[in-house]
């Protein structure tokens, strides 16, 4: 899989993946990087490599970047 995604990129969901409500074509719009307490000497939220897609079928789900294909660039 391919790693530097970003907001708006159109990916492909891994076919290792399954998960009800991923539509059959696997694909979605990266709508938003996710963000955590990395460090927890530090309550800052810093991002992570788990995006929100939504899908094709108006579905949103979460997923780490090792999962995800683009299939076009933003």
Do not use: C
């Not at 409500?21 to 938003?32: E, M, N, Q, Y």
């Not at 990087?33 to 995006?51: F, I």
């Amino acid at each position: 899989m391919m790693k530097g995604v970003k907001v708006g990129d159109l990916v492909r969901v891994s076919t290792k993946i399954d998960q009800d409500g991923i539509p059959k074509d696997r694909a979605g719009l990266v709508i938003r990087q996710l963000e955590a307490v990395v460090d927890y000497m530090d309550t800052q939220k810093q991002p992570v490599d788990v995006w929100l897609i939504q899908f094709t079928n108006g579905e949103i789900m979460k997923f780490h970047d090792m999962w995800l294909e683009i299939i076009r660039r933003a």
